[in-house]
C-alpha cells in the first residue's frame, strides 16, 4: 500500500498542544506568534496521517464501548511484539522479562535518575540535547554535569577526553544519552557506543540511553542498540518505544529494556508506573506487528524532504551551517553566521516570517545562542515555504538596514 505524506491532517480542534494549546508555547517563548497562518515546525511532533493498521486497531477498541482499567501485562502480544521488531530490525534478541513499561522514554530516563542517584549529586548530559532531560534533572532535585560536544569536519563528536573526566567525579551517578543525538542527529556507531559503556561502567556511572528516535535514520545508516555492543550490560538501561516512529506522541507508551536482573530490580523498586490505556496497548501492537511498510515509506519521504529542504537553505540562507542529519527527523541549524541576536532571530523567523522553530539555547543554554532547532514534521511543500519565508525575511531585513 501506499501511504501518503504529501498531505496533513488538519489538526485544529483535536485537542493537539502543537495546534490548540498556543499558551503552552508560550510559557516557553513569550510573545510567540501563533496563528492560523504559521507554519509550525518548533515540536517532534507529526502531521502525517498514522498507519491505517493503527488506526483501525484503535476503532476496535472504541468499537468495544467500555474503558477499564488496563495493564500491559493484560495484553499477551504487548511483549512479543516488542521482541520481533527488535529481532527484524535490528538483529537483536530481547527476553520478555528485561521488558518494563514506562509512560513515555522521558519517564524510563526519570526513574534511572530517581534509582541511581541520590538529590544534589550530578547527571550527565552532552550538549546540545533534548531540553527535557535538562528538566527533569533539575526536577528530581540533581544537577546537570555537562560534556559538550565537540563539532568537527561537519559533524558533532564525543569529547572522550571530557567524558572520562566528568566520569571520574564521584557525585555524577548516571549518564543519560541520546541516541540517535536530539537535536544534532547523531547516530552513534558500535565503536563509540561500546566505549562509552565502558567509560561509565569502569567509574561506576549508570547509563540510560534513549532510543526513541532509533527507527528514523537515513538511508545506508544503522541504528545500532546499546544493549548490542557489549557483554557486560550491568550498567546499561535502553528506552525506546512505539511514540516518535509512528507518530503516537499522545498514546504516551514506552518501555525500559533491562538485561541486568540485579540493574532492574533496582530500577523497578517504588516505580509506579501508569497503567496503559487500551488505545496506547492495541496501537503499540499494531506499530510493531502490521505498520512496517508505513515506517520504510517515512523513511524514504524524510530522506527525500530533509535532502531539498538542506539543499534549500543552502541556496537561499547561504550563511546558515547545517547538515543532513544521520538520523531523526530535527534539523540543527547555526544561524550565527548572520550575526543577529537570538531575539533578532525570533523577530525575523517568528514574527515576520510566520514560523515557528525552537531556539538552540533551549537544549543547549551555554552555546546553544544562535542555533534553532527545525522538526521536518510536515509536508516537503510546507517545510520548504517556512524556508522560503524566512528567506524572504532576511532579505527584506538586510535592505532595511542598507537604506538606513
Not at 504559521?38 to 464501548?65: G, K, Y
Not at 565502558?198 to 538511508?219: A, F, L, P, Q, W
Amino acid at each position: 500500500m501506499k501511504h501518503d505524506f504529501d498531505h496533513a491532517v488538519k489538526r485544529f480542534g483535536t485537542y493537539s498542544m502543537k495546534w490548540d494549546d498556543d499558551d503552552f508555547f508560550r510559557i516557553i517563548t513569550p510573545n510567540l506568534r501563533l496563528d492560523k497562518d504559521t507554519i509550525r515546525l518548533n515540536l517532534a511532533d507529526m502531521d502525517f496521517r498514522c498507519a491505517p493498521s493503527i488506526a483501525r486497531a484503535m476503532h476496535r477498541v472504541a468499537d468495544f464501548e467500555n474503558f477499564g482499567y488496563t495493564t500491559a501485562s493484560s495484553a499477551p502480544e504487548y511483549k512479543p511484539s516488542i521482541i520481533g521488531w527488535y529481532h527484524r530490525r535490528h538483529g537483536v534478541e530481547i527476553k520478555p522479562e528485561w521488558i518494563v513499561h514506562s509512560n513515555g522514554a522521558l519517564d524510563g530516563v526519570q526513574q534511572t535518575i530517581l534509582a541511581f542517584s541520590q538529590p544534589g549529586e550530578g547527571v550527565i548530559l552532552c550538549r546540545p540535547i533534548y531540553r527535557n532531560f535538562t528538566s527533569v534533572i533539575q526536577q528530581t532535585g540533581r544537577h546537570v554535569a555537562n560534556c559538550q560536544m565537540l563539532y568537527k569536519n561537519g559533524r558533532y563528536e564525543m569529547d572522550w577526553e571530557g567524558l572520562e573526566q566528568v566520569c571520574a567525579q564521584p557525585e555524577n551517578k548516571v549518564f543519560v544519552l541520546c541516541s540517535p543525538q536530539n537535536p544534532v542527529g547523531r547516530v552513534w556507531t558500535r565503536e563509540e557506543l561500546a566505549r562509552i559503556a565502558e567509560v561509565c561502567r569502569k567509574n561506576g556511572v549508570v547509563v540510560v540511553s534513549d532510543e526513541i528516535h532509533s527507527d528514523i535514520v537515513r538511508k545506508g545508516v544503522k541504528h545500532v542498540p546499546i544493549i548490542d555492543v557489549v557483554e557486560d550490560l550491568s550498567n546499561i538501561i535502553m528506552v525506546s518505544g512505539t511514540n516518535k516512529t509512528f507518530n503516537l506522541m499522545g498514546l504516551h507508551f514506552a518501555y525500559s529494556i533491562i538485561p541486568n536482573d540485579a540493574l532492574r530490580e533496582k530500577f523497578q523498586a517504588g516505580y509506579e508506573s501508569a497503567m496503559p490505556t487500551a488505545f496506547a496497548l492495541a496501537g503499540m501492537i499494531a506499530a510493531y506487528n502490521e505498520s512496517e511498510d508505513w515506517v520504510d515509506q517515512l523513511n524514504d519521504y524524510l530522506d527525500d524532504t530533509i535532502a531539498a529542504v538542506v539543499e534549500a537553505i543552502r541556496e537561499k540562507l547561504p550563511k546558515v551551517r547545517t547538515y543532513i542529519p544521520e538520523g531523526s527527523y530535527v534539523l540543527w541549524l547555526d544561524f550565527s553566521g548572520y550575526g543577529y541576536s537570538t531575539a533578532l532571530l525570533m523577530e525575523l523567523i517568528n514574527q515576520r516570517a510566520n514560523v515557528a522553530l525552537q531556539r538552540g539555547a533551549a537544549h543547549d543554554p551555554d552555546q546553544g545562542g544562535g542555533f534553532m532547532r527545525l522538526c521536518v514534521t510536515a509536508p516537503k511543500a510546507t517545510v520548504l515555504e517556512a524556508v522560503d519565508r524566512i528567506a524572504k525575511a532576511f532579505r527584506e531585513y538586510e535592505k532595511e538596514e542598507k537604506t538606513k
